[in-house]
C-alpha cells in the first residue's frame, strides 16, 4: 500500500481497520461446510459429526466413525455402602448403602463379622467391589479382609477392645 502526500495518519488506520474487519464469504473448508457467514462442522480431526442433534444432558462420543451425542457412561468406581461401627458390630456414627455387621465369632483380641449391604450382586466380569476397613483409635489393630462369598464380605479384627471403631467402605468397580 502507498500513502499518497497530503493523507493523513487517521485516513490510513481507518483503510487498514476497514480491510481487516471483512466477513469471511464463500464456501467454507477444512472439517466445516456450507458456505461463509453460517458454516456448520462436519468433522472434527477428519472424523464426521453425527447430523442428529444432541438430547440434553449428552456429552460427544467418538463410536470409531463417527462423533455423536451420547448419554455419558456411568462411573467405573462409586461407593455402594459404608459406615462406623462398634466392636459389637452395631452403627456407631453415620452408615449408607444398608450396611451391616453381623455374626462372627469373638475371642480376647480378636472380633470377626459378616459385611452385607443392600443392592449386592455377586462379583461377575462386569463388576467387583473393592472393601476397606480401617480400626480407628487402636494403633496396634490389623484387619483382615476376606473374599466376597455368595452374599457377604468376612472382616476379621486383631488386637481390638471394646472402646475402638470400626470404619468400613465398600466401592463398586464396573467394566468399562
Request: hydrophobic content about 45%.
Amino acid at each position: 500500500m502507498r500513502v499518497a502526500r497530503g493523507v493523513g495518519i487517521g485516513m490510513v488506520i481507518a483503510l487498514v481497520a476497514s480491510a481487516c474487519s471483512a466477513r469471511p464469504v464463500g464456501p467454507a473448508g477444512g472439517d466445516l461446510s456450507g458456505t461463509y457467514p453460517d458454516p456448520q462442522v462436519a468433522r472434527i480431526q477428519g472424523s464426521a459429526v453425527a447430523r442428529s442433534a444432541p438430547m440434553a444432558g449428552d456429552v460427544l462420543t467418538f463410536n470409531g466413525t463417527e462423533w455423536s451425542g451420547a448419554a455419558p457412561a456411568p462411573p467405573r468406581y462409586q461407593p455402594v455402602a459404608a459406615g462406623v461401627f462398634g466392636m459389637d458390630g452395631s452403627p456407631a456414627g453415620p452408615v449408607f448403602g444398608g450396611m451391616r455387621l453381623t455374626g462372627g465369632g469373638d475371642t480376647p483380641g480378636r472380633r470377626s463379622f459378616v459385611l452385607t449391604f443392600d443392592g449386592y450382586a455377586r462379583p461377575d466380569a462386569n463388576h467387583t467391589y473393592v472393601v476397606t476397613a480401617q480400626v480407628l483409635i487402636a494403633p496396634n489393630a490389623r484387619v483382615s479382609l476376606g473374599s466376597f462369598a455368595d452374599e457377604f464380605f468376612a472382616v476379621i479384627l486383631n488386637g481390638v477392645s471394646e472402646g475402638h471403631l470400626l470404619m468400613v467402605e465398600v466401592n463398586e468397580i464396573r467394566a468399562s
